[in-house]
């Protein structure tokens, strides 16, 4: 299952989809992923991460999305409200709480619509019940989680612990580290999820604040070409609709049964979750260019990261250069499926790899140290929690300090 | 989905289960007229039940079953319970998600039915328990009815916590001891009905399942108002012989009991105007079309 694919020639079989080169009511033509991507002009638009969320859904084609205020992806999801408004969704409305959203998202899926919706930080635990029922029923709705912190006492800061619990929910969990991934991967992340041999919920992260209220400039598709819609034929398990067959699903409820052909059934069941999220890999390969980025992994010294804490790493890199230390970047794009093989490779070389992160857990370290031989190696860090921001300087002082090399004191720090 | 949609390609017909070639055969889809008397000479929509014997709830089922306008236009949301036991054997889609999260599910799944489907009337019913419906999920289950969500919601009151083993819920009566109320529940029987009134529901109706015709009128009057005004409640009482007490053939006794005067469960109907006229031009079209139909027979004859 950690066999690495092979991209050349690999393009995602985005669509033959029947209703390919037509246009919607707001005159958008429904293309192919790779042609929006990779055969249209991209304009570079000066936008917050929350602009860029609402540009990325007006080329989704999704049929509903649900909203529930929570800071820091408010804004989008209002956003998304108000392109609602302008004809772009079939259906939003704000449900009651972050548990009942998921649970509309879930009806809305069953009925077979596209579905995105939004959530932070406690609205994520909140909800959390539904994220593996999602999963079980393969269901390919996208949340995109704008992760704050989940601590008390309260906080809105940023934080990517939430993340760690999203891990073993049988979703797809992958990491932005900028707007223009965040772009780039809510729609690339639909394609992907609803792959009929994938076909499970994927949660798109990225940093709260960091990523969502400050501005950048990312290049957009064209506005007049949108994603081919959700085919909910196209499912593993039959479509709510009563448009196809009701077959008699069991015989008994395997809720009930304490025998081995239940448990047999909720095991294998669970596998295959797992199983089709590792299927994704080759869908996801060709899109992302790649579960992980390197940049010379030849290096001794490695930083391994997501998120926001890989620009912050590239920056201490850069610091680190001007002293003549010389260190290798791998960033890691998709958490879930997890590159096990190309992490692998790319630190078959380095003899310290540091792990920066935003959450007091330090969950990537962990992830890594499981995977790699000699995972003594790794070291858990630098990480900051509770909102903390993590300077490029303190990643450049934990590295020396970690190497015994000089540091500099604080007061005199850059 | 109409009849056609099921038909068995005659190659493979007798590899199918028979169920299925009784559902192809004989099931009521499309015929307007279906109600309880298509038990027992019809398909059922029911196949089987796990429930305990003499279960309330197993009669209450193909009662709504049997009663449904629409079975093959009807989808079904369930929660966790004794009807989750129940729903993998019945004929019409279904859901199970969670526990309480049903009215959240049937408001995403009956949008998204509206939005796909325009020229076809897709009904969503949830069918949920008392702790499903009251204590877990009371606040999805009346911001449902808050939005004037167009679907149909039952509740199956058993008056506790049937499928854990008996403990104390919100519908309970006041003074029954049982698990989780050593002492005797405190307070008194939740007063659902009327919550549903106040919060927006064009149709309530609280009953027994002790008399079918009045059940089928009931489901059918839900279901249709759903259609055309908002969101409707049925409030079944299904006692759970087996925590109070009662023997298997006592369960009839138990609900007749209850629906006699000065009983818990008297019937009662909260109609609003729009609702009422829309039940009463519903009874003057059947009338008028039965009239046609007997008319013609008679010409015919």
Redesign the interface.
Known sequence: MNKQVELKNKRIIASKHVKLGQKNKMNQTYTDINDIFYNSEQTPNFLTGSEVIREAIKRASV??S?AYPITPQSEAAALIGEIYAEGYL??Y?R???E???M???????????R?FTTTAGPGTLRAM??FP?WAG?RLPIQVCVTCRGINSPLSIQPDTLEMHYLLETGMLVWHAETAQDLYDFILKGFIVAEQPDVHVPIAVCCDGFFVTHTKDTVDLSPLDKCLTPYDPYRNPQ?V??????????????F??KSNYISYATHASWQQEIKAAVERSRKHTIPLLDGLIDEENIDREILIVGSGTAVSQSREAIRLLEEEGIKVGLVKIKTIRPFPYEEIRQATKNAKHIFVPEFNVAGWLAREIKANIPDNERVYVGPHVAGGMTMPSEVIVEEIKKHLGMEVASRGTLG | MSKEKIVLCEDLADVMPPEYQELVETATYGNQDRGWKDIGSSKELIEQHSLCAGCPESIAFRYILASLPAPENTVFVGSTGCTSLVFPHVAVHNIHSLFGNQNAIASGLKRTLACRFPDIEKDVVVLAGDGATVDIGLDMTMQSWFRQEKFTTICFDNELYANTGGQESGLMQKGFVAKMAPKGKSFEKVRLAEIAREAGCAYVAVLTVSKPNRVEQVIKNAVLVAREIGPTFVQLYTPCILEIGKQSMEGLDEMKDSESIGGRFVQKEYITDEAQKLLDSIKEETKARKKAAKDKKTVNA
Do not use: L
């Open positions: 049929g509903t649900v079939d259906e409305f449900g009651e709480s548990f009942a959203v649970g509309q998202c879930a009806g809305a899926s069953f009925g077979g619509h579905v019940e539904n029922m029923s039959p709510m609709d009563m448009e196809t067959a009701p077959i008699r699903m069991m015989r008994d409820p809720v009930m």
